[in-house]
């Protein structure tokens, strides 16, 4: 395996899972993300780091297809974004993506919040949706609060929820964009023990995040961004201790 084969791309020891290749993307006259090259591979965990405005949510819904591409590729598992319809749908449910905000269904119970999206898309009993979300609740430490409301939890448990209700779907890779940033400080640390825990039981993690404690526990990888472009790709003990651009030294400068 050569050096730039797993600096610059991806990790050549993994089957890929996530291959992005020459992605372009303006907002207007706005190049938001600059010919993007990134592989995934199964089971690694990706921090994604970088200034505001740097493209990282872009990227992200990218990913998802929640946002269009003007040129490149996106492929999961082997498969091609497609553009709509129902592969498009299949594609989602494959992909699980935990944002900033919530976004639990309010007028639903934690459980049924976590048993939708089986029961309506992978077409589940709901029996065995049920008991799926029991055990993801209790994985991430919820079932005393199954049959409450959104708004009876705190932002920490509902976004434990969140992340639950994604597993539910049983995604090859997980997306979080900021999963903790509108989250008051002392409920920062149980929703990264979640993510933690996920990323040691093997799933595949595209994580964006300003919490570099983090990114050390449990990224294999560190992609930093800025101005749309992936400036530096490097394993987390490189990128902390010896960030190679000046652009990702004067980052780490000001948030460290
Ligand atoms: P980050 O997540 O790194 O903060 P974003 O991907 O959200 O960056 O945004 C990258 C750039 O694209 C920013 O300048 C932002 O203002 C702009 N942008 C994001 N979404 C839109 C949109 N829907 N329309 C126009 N500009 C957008
Ligand atoms: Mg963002």
């Known amino acids: 395996m050569s050096e ?7 990790d050549a020891t993994r ?3 996530v291959v992005i290749e020459g992605v372009n993307k303006h907002f ?10 990134l592989t995934v ?12 405005g740097s493209g990282k949510s872009t990227l992200c819904r990218a990913i998802n297809r929640l946002e269009t591409i003007e040129s490149g590729t996106i492929s999961i598992d082997g498969k091609a974004l497609p553009e709509e319809g129902k ?13 900033q905000s919530f976004n639990l269904f309010a007028h639903k119970s934690i459980r049924d919040n976590v048993t939708l999206g089986p029961v309506k898309v992978r077409k589940q009993k709901k029996a065995q949706a049920d008991e799926k979300a029991t055990s993801l609740l209790k994985r991430v430490g919820i079932e005393a609060q ?9 932002g920490g448990q509902q976004q434990r929820v969140a992340i639950a209700r994604s597993l539910a779907m049983d995604p090859k890779v997980m997306l979080f964009d900021e999963p903790t940033s509108a989250l008051d400080p002392e409920m920062v640390g149980e929703v990264l023990d ?42 987390p003990e490189e990128f902390f201790a010896n960030p190679r651009s000046e ?10």
């Open 4 to 10: 730039t084969s797993r600096d610059r791309t991806g």
């Open 15 to 17: 089957e890929p899972m």
């Open 28 to 37: 207007g006259d706005l190049h938001v993300l600059r010919d993007i090259n």
């Open 41 to 52: 591979g199964r089971g690694e965990v990706v921090v994604v780091l970088g200034p505001s």
């Open 87 to 99: 592969p498009l749908a299949q594609l989602r449910a494959d992909v699980g993506m935990v944002f």
């Open 146 to 154: 199954a049959d409450k409301y959104p708004a009876q939890l705190s």
């Open 194 to 235: 979640v993510m933690v825990g996920l990323a040691k039981e093997g799933m595949t993690m595209i994580v964006v995040t300003h919490e570099m404690g983090f990114a050390r526990k449990a990224a294999d990888r560190v992609v930093f961004m800025d101005n749309g472009q992936i400036v530096e790709v490097a394993t």
């Open 247 to 256: 652009r990702a030294r004067d980052f780490l400068g000001k948030i460290l």
